[in-house]
């Protein structure tokens, strides 16, 4: 495996870079007390951060997978809300109009999505559907003088920038059997908003819960296993951002292991601590291959199955278990806001859950092997 970046892709994220580092991580407090700013979609579609992977043909940037991972890593060192959000747009999202949308969906929607006037969402999880996708409940009739749209029933909850979406992508069921996807607009009637759904970590995302009465969805093409399949991707995505966590947190907690001293000598000095920065600095190597790994097969147009898997298994532990760590090293102050630490500890419990809980994870991995 080598993993590389041509030129366009290197200059790319060289201006993700900066833009983390002057418009991202100085803000990132402040978007957890309240949310992104209104314009924030045109600003990461401007540099095409929300087209990094659509083709060139629909008008995207069409970059490598591992192109995608890796904005996705460097952007949750700034802020991890704004980092899986992103994760989830371009794998699911944008993505979907590449696969799955017809001609004359693409040629209405898509400039808007490119321009960022447009904010999308994806809507799978119900209140009675989480990883068990196919537990939805959101029914699709047809509309009898409309040929290909669809009228929805049903709740969605826990929808990632559903606050700031104008368009959903919503999971309904045509029948006891057989689910597809829905382009659904939130500007009508049908939309019901039921709340933001504040959350522990994360927080600047507006998470959203909303019910659909008879609102009009317009067909997408595309098997319910066709259109799930485009998770493994955005794990890739989410595995990104669980890395970026983990490699944040680590500088933090080396940091302040050189400036704070206790017993006459820096805590850096302290074996116990040593060992705590030497182990966390192996996983997230370790992590950082397996994402490079999962991404390179993709980019080979190899299966990710398995490997996207264990990318994200492994890397949303790797994030849990380094920052907790360091915070540990923090100590007392760890626990306050006057570190930031505290928050990446609380951001990394969502790459555990998000996209695939670690425990469906598992039962990929292991469906597999036992093949």
């Known amino acids: 495996m ?9 200059q790319f994220l060289a201006e993700v870079r900066r833009f983390v ?84 969906q693409r040629a209405k929607y898509l400039p808007g999505i490119l321009s960022g006037d447009i904010p999308l969402a994806w809507g799978l999880t119900e209140p009675e559907a989480g990883s068990d996708a196919r537990r939805v409940q959101t029914r699709a009739t047809p509309v009898d003088d409309k040929p290909g749209y669809f009228h929805l029933n049903g709740e969605k909850m826990f929808i990632t920038n559903g606050g700031f979406a104008k368009l959903f992508i919503i999971i309904a069921r045509l029948s006891d059997t057989d689910l597809s996807a829905f382009l659904m607009e ?45 998770l493994y991707r ?59 790994h999962a991404a390179w097969l993709h980019d080979q147009e190899r299966p990710i199955v398995k490997e996207a898997s264990y990318a994200k298994l492994f890397a949303s532990e790797t994030a849990r278990e380094v920052t907790n760590r360091m915070l540990q090293i923090h100590g007392g102050r760890g626990m306050t806001t006057e570190h930031l630490i505290e928050k990446l500890w609380r951001d990394a419990k969502l790459t555990e859950i998000g996209e695939g809980a670690s425990e469906i994870q598992k039962l990929v991995i292991a469906k597999q092997l036992l093949k």
């Open 186 to 230: 939130k500007d009508q009637p049908g939309f019901v908003d039921m709340g933001r759904i504040p959350t522990v970590g994360v927080k600047a995302s507006y998470t959203q819960r909303f019910r659909m009465e008879n609102a009009l969805g317009w067909h997408t093409p595309g098997t319910f296993e066709e259109v799930i399949g485009l």
């Open 2 to 10: 080598i993993l590389s970046f041509n030129d366009e892709e290197k």
């Open 234 to 292: 955005g794990r890739v995505g989410i595995a990104g951002m669980a890395v970026g966590i983990a490699e944040k947190a680590l500088e933090l907690g080396i940091e302040y292991s050189k400036q704070r001293e206790q017993f006459g000598r820096q805590l850096a000095q302290m074996q116990s601590v040593q060992n705590m920065i030497a182990e966390s600095a192996t996983e997230v190597e370790a992590a950082r291959l397996l994402v490079h």
């Open 21 to 104: 580092d002057d418009e991202v991580f100085p803000c990132t407090r402040a978007w957890e007390e309240d949310t992104f700013p209104a314009d924030i979609w045109k600003r990461c579609a401007a540099l095409g951060i929300t087209s990094c992977i659509l083709s060139r043909e629909f008008g995207g940037r069409g970059y490598s997978c591992a192109t995608y991972a890796e904005m996705c890593r460097i952007i949750a060192h700034g802020d991890p809300a704004l980092s899986m959000n992103v994760a989830a747009i371009n794998a699911l999202c944008v993505a979907h109009f590449e696969h799955f949308a017809n001609d004359e």
